[in-house]
């Protein structure tokens, strides 16, 4: 089982759910954006376990991962 | 042949009704790139800097960026520049849609306006033709009606740029507003006053002349891989504007709240965003700038207020920051009604925003009451109270004459404790991205050249990600909240912002992960120049310290260098930036080493030496 937390906007990518929970997911962290519908230019930074990681991170199960969207406004 | 650039600049004397042109030479675009750049380098060379900056003494420039009304993405900016009424300084206001292009067709790269006309008028460019009218139809009415009217009297493929009441009242944060209800501005530093003063109503513009380009071949054969990468990152912004941005500068404890008191809001930003307004049917469109791919404008429903029905420009994220957050107003539809009313005010609606959480917080503390306020309920969050106080405030009358001219001039006017609830830099209101979050900013609002800009270096896309510094060659380590090499990023992003405005590009380029080189690969393929990406950061820096040198000649120095007192010393006790307060003396002291400043923050010979600004 791996746990997942939206930040901020990305919550309108998941119908405004705040954190999705997965059984099993074989993949890196950009595997895990894509498959969750996640613009990858909206994402600034993914943590895994509290710490940041690259998209090319590969997931482990029990992993807590908190994506985090890039800071707009203008 | 000189390519880029129209060769000629117009000058109105408004006193005595005339008009000419003067040469401009590609020599001083090499060297300032255009917009604010070049103007900087006029102002300088050729005006008194010490004016009043609502006496016909005080010119008012417009100026193109080098690359405005070019087939170059984003290449849509321009610049109004004068001496601000409201911080008495340097000011640079910049705008897009098509208003900069049109004064290209019209063979312009910019215009300068002096003097005083005894009488409104408005300023028909219309290509080779420039007349001076009577406008004393159109005075009073707002920003909307204004455009529509002189369209119908003009030309109605014709760009306005005008005054809507605020200007006309010489409120100090009244903007220059572009193309009607499509509503681009050129809101910061009180440029509508300055305007106002010179009793100009509006410029109007319409032109058919195009721009020579040195390899049109080239620069399509540049923007083939690039676009894409642009439109891919940004999607969020096509799709839901800048407001799409306001939770995630939530979550980051980057949003103001409560006139800068509170950490955290998250359910309110949920409700405040462009999502939402996307979600709710309020954004019924999209809309570009000149040459932008990513239209990141939004056509906004108004379904409340004094203008329901109508549809305006949706508000920006700054307006929902303003209106929202700020305010503690979770109620979209008058958030809505609000930047509706300030674009047809001709209001700022980042110092119209800190002006209305200022009087809220006033009036929470007794300072101000409903005798003031003239029975209106300035209680947070009183959506029907927002939409009477602006009303009131773009025409100074009643509680709007206590707040009208800016935060800095109310908290004078009140005293006391009202002056802890100024939050200005330089008396020009902070834009909402709080310096607690991301330190870099900090020391970027305490030194940007017009006061509390964002957008002077915009250094908060690189700490969270959006804009990897390294792009630009900034390969040092950035913690979250650490002070450590934030002043040196601070530096190299106003260098480059300061490049993106002399050019007429828009600040959202740089989703496109755009680097100096880049820009540098599009500037060659339009002039037939020979320019590295290293040579223009030089230049970004060149102008930097051009605006700085106008400020210190009027006093500004460290003393001026600041934060206001909530943001340097108050920290919060919620949201992802509690606790956080930047080191403002180790930040500016590390700002001025590098700048090559001394410790008053005056430009050294020697530095200035090495920038060839040695004869200003």
Same mark, same amino acid.
């Given at each position: 089982?791996?746990?997942?937390?939206?930040?901020? /906007?990305?919550?309108?990518?998941?119908?405004?759910?705040?954190?999705?929970?997965?059984?099993?997911?074989?993949?890196?962290?950009?595997?895990?954006?894509?498959?969750?519908?996640?613009?990858?230019?909206?994402?600034?930074?993914?943590?895994?376990? /509290?710490?940041?990681?690259?998209?090319?991170?590969?997931?482990?199960?029990?992993?807590?991962?908190?994506?985090?969207?890039?800071?707009?406004?203008? | 042949?000189?390519?880029?650039?129209?060769? #000629?600049?117009?000058?109105?004397?408004?006193?005595?009704?005339?008009?000419?042109?003067?040469?401009?030479? %590609?020599?001083?675009?090499?060297?300032?790139?255009?917009?604010?750049?070049?103007?900087?380098? @006029?102002?300088?060379?050729?005006?008194?800097?010490?004016?009043?900056?609502?006496?016909?003494?005080?010119?008012? @420039?417009?100026?193109?960026?080098?690359?405005?009304?070019?087939?170059?993405?984003?290449?849509?900016?321009?610049?109004?520049?004068?001496?601000?009424?409201?911080?008495?300084?340097?000011?640079?206001?910049?705008?897009?849609?098509?208003?900069?292009?049109?004064?290209?067709?019209?063979?312009?790269?910019?215009?300068?306006?002096?003097?005083?006309?005894?009488?409104?008028?408005?300023?028909?460019?219309?290509?080779?033709?420039?007349?001076? #009218?009577?406008?004393?139809?159109?005075?009073? =009415?707002?920003?909307?009606?204004?455009?529509?009217?002189?369209?119908?009297?003009?030309?109605?493929?014709?760009?306005?740029?005008?005054?809507?009441?605020?200007? %006309?009242?010489?409120?100090?944060?009244?903007?220059?507003?572009?193309?009607?209800? %499509?509503?681009?501005?050129?809101?910061?530093?009180?440029?509508?006053?300055?305007?106002?003063?010179?009793?100009?109503?509006?410029?109007?513009?319409?032109?058919?002349?195009?721009?020579?380009?040195?390899? #049109?071949?080239?620069?399509?054969?540049?923007?083939?891989?690039?676009?894409?990468?642009?439109?891919?990152?940004?999607?969020?912004?096509?799709?839901?504007?800048?407001?799409?941005?306001?939770?995630?500068?939530?979550?980051?404890?980057?949003?103001?709240?409560?006139?800068?008191?509170?950490?955290?809001?998250?359910?309110?930003?949920?409700?405040?965003?462009?999502?939402? +307004?996307?979600?709710?049917?309020?954004?019924?469109?999209?809309? !570009?700038?000149?040459?932008?791919?990513?239209?990141?404008?939004?056509?906004?429903?108004?379904?409340?207020?004094?203008? &329901?029905?109508?549809?305006?420009?949706?508000?920006?994220?700054?307006?929902?920051?303003?209106?929202?957050?700020?305010?503690?107003?979770?109620?979209?539809?008058?958030?809505?009604?609000?930047?509706?009313?300030?674009?047809?005010?001709?209001?700022?609606?980042?110092?119209?925003?800190?002006?209305?959480?200022?009087?809220?917080?006033?009036?929470?503390?007794?300072? @101000?009451?409903?005798?003031?306020?003239?029975?209106?309920? =300035?209680?947070?969050?009183?959506?029907?109270?927002?939409?009477?106080?602006?009303?009131?405030?773009?025409?100074?009358?009643? @509680?709007?004459?206590?707040?009208?001219?800016?935060?800095?001039?109310?908290?004078? &006017?009140?005293?006391?404790?009202?002056? %802890?609830?100024?939050?200005?830099?330089?008396?020009?209101?902070?834009?909402?991205?709080?310096?607690?979050?991301?330190?870099?900013?900090?020391?970027?609002? !305490?030194?940007?050249?017009?006061?509390?800009?964002?957008?002077?270096? +915009?250094?908060?896309?690189?700490?969270?990600?959006?804009?990897?510094?390294?792009?630009?060659?900034?390969?040092?380590?950035?913690?979250?909240?650490?002070?450590?090499?934030?002043?040196? =990023?601070?530096?190299?992003?106003?260098?480059?912002?300061?490049?993106?405005?002399?050019?007429?590009?828009?600040?959202?380029?740089?989703?496109?992960?755009?680097?100096?080189?880049?820009?540098?690969?599009?500037?060659?393929?339009?002039?037939?120049?020979?320019?590295?990406?290293?040579?223009?950061?030089?230049?970004?820096?060149?102008?930097?310290?051009?605006?700085?040198?106008?400020?210190?000649?009027?006093?500004?120095?460290?003393?001026?260098?600041?934060?206001?007192? #909530? +943001?340097?010393?108050?920290?919060?006790?919620?949201?992802?930036?509690?606790?956080?307060?930047?080191?403002?003396?180790?930040? =500016?002291?590390?700002?001025?080493?590098?700048?090559?400043?001394?410790?008053?923050?005056?430009?050294?010979?020697?530095?200035?030496?090495?920038?060839? +600004?040695?004869?200003?």
């Amino acid at each position: 089982m791996i746990n997942i937390e939206l930040k901020g /906007q990305l919550i309108w990518y998941a119908n405004k759910r705040k954190t999705i929970s997965i059984e099993i997911f074989e993949g890196n962290l950009k595997d895990l954006i894509i498959s969750l519908g996640l613009p990858e230019g909206e994402v600034g930074m993914v943590l895994v376990n /509290q710490k940041k990681e690259p998209l090319s991170y590969c997931i482990k199960d029990n992993d807590h991962i908190i994506i985090v969207p890039v800071v707009g406004g203008g | 042949m000189t390519y880029g650039i129209m060769g #000629r600049i117009l000058e109105v004397d408004l006193t005595a009704k005339t008009t000419g042109y003067r040469n401009s030479d %590609e020599t001083i675009f090499k060297k300032y790139l255009g917009g604010s750049g070049v103007a900087a380098k @006029i102002l300088m060379d050729e005006f008194d800097l010490g004016v009043d900056p609502l006496s016909p003494e005080n010119p008012l @420039i417009f100026m193109n960026g080098l690359l405005t009304g070019l087939p170059v993405p984003t290449g849509a900016k321009s610049s109004f520049i004068a001496k601000s009424p409201l911080t008495g300084i340097w000011n640079e206001s910049t705008v897009g849609g098509h208003w900069g292009a049109q004064v290209k067709k019209c063979g312009l790269d910019g215009f300068i306006l002096t003097g005083k006309s005894d009488t409104p008028v408005y300023i028909w460019i219309n290509d080779d033709t420039v007349e001076i #009218r009577d406008a004393k139809d159109l005075m009073g =009415l707002d920003v909307f009606d204004t455009s529509e009217k002189i369209k119908s009297m003009t030309d109605l493929k014709a760009v306005v740029a005008c005054i809507g009441p605020a200007g %006309e009242s010489l409120s100090k944060i009244a903007g220059i507003m572009i193309g009607g209800n %499509e509503t681009r501005a050129a809101g910061r530093g009180g440029l509508g006053a300055v305007l106002g003063s010179k009793n100009v109503k509006a410029i109007v513009a319409k032109g058919s002349k195009a721009t020579e380009v040195y390899s #049109r071949e080239t620069l399509r054969d540049l923007l083939k891989d690039f676009l894409p990468v642009l439109n891919a990152n940004a999607k969020g912004l096509h799709d839901f504007g800048t407001a799409g941005g306001v939770q995630g500068v939530e979550a980051n404890g980057d949003l103001p709240i409560k006139n800068w008191t509170l950490g955290d809001w998250a359910e309110g930003a949920e409700k405040t965003c462009g999502q939402n +307004l996307d979600y709710l049917g309020i954004t019924v469109s999209h809309h !570009a700038c000149y040459a932008c791919s990513i239209r990141c404008g939004k056509d906004a429903r108004v379904d409340i207020g004094p203008f &329901k029905g109508a549809i305006g420009h949706g508000p920006e994220y700054e307006t929902c920051a303003a209106f929202g957050a700020n305010i503690l107003n979770d109620d979209i539809e008058y958030l809505v009604a609000a930047n509706d009313i300030c674009n047809r005010m001709g209001l700022d609606t980042i110092c119209a925003g800190n002006a209305t959480a200022m009087a809220m917080e006033c009036y929470e503390r007794g300072i @101000i009451d409903k005798t003031d306020t003239e029975g209106i309920d =300035l209680t947070w969050g009183n959506g029907p109270a927002i939409l009477e106080f602006l009303l009131k405030l773009a025409k100074k009358e009643g @509680i709007g004459a206590i707040f009208g001219d800016g935060v800095e001039e109310a908290g004078e &006017k009140l005293g006391g404790l009202a002056k %802890e609830f100024a939050i200005h830099v330089k008396g020009l209101s902070v834009a909402f991205h709080d310096p607690r979050a991301f330190t870099s900013m900090a020391v970027g609002y !305490a030194t940007a050249n017009r006061g509390g800009c964002h957008l002077e270096n +915009l250094s908060y896309f690189c700490e969270s990600g959006a804009f990897p510094p390294e792009i630009f060659g900034f390969n040092k380590p950035l913690s979250k909240h650490s002070d450590e090499n934030k002043a040196e =990023l601070s530096v190299a992003m106003q260098n480059l912002m300061n490049v993106f405005n002399a050019l007429g590009l828009c600040k959202f380029l740089i989703r496109g992960k755009t680097s100096p080189d880049t820009i540098s690969s599009w500037i060659n393929a339009v002039t037939g120049w020979d320019m590295t990406g290293e040579e223009l950061m030089v230049i970004g820096e060149r102008l930097h310290n051009i605006k700085r040198l106008y400020n210190n000649a009027l006093g500004i120095s460290r003393k001026d260098d600041h934060l206001p007192p #909530r +943001l340097q010393y108050h920290d919060r006790k919620t949201g992802a930036a509690a606790g956080i307060l930047p080191n403002m003396t180790k930040l =500016l002291t590390e700002y001025y080493q590098i700048r090559g400043w001394d410790n008053e923050g005056i430009p050294t010979p020697e530095r200035l030496d090495t920038l060839d +600004l040695t004869t200003i």
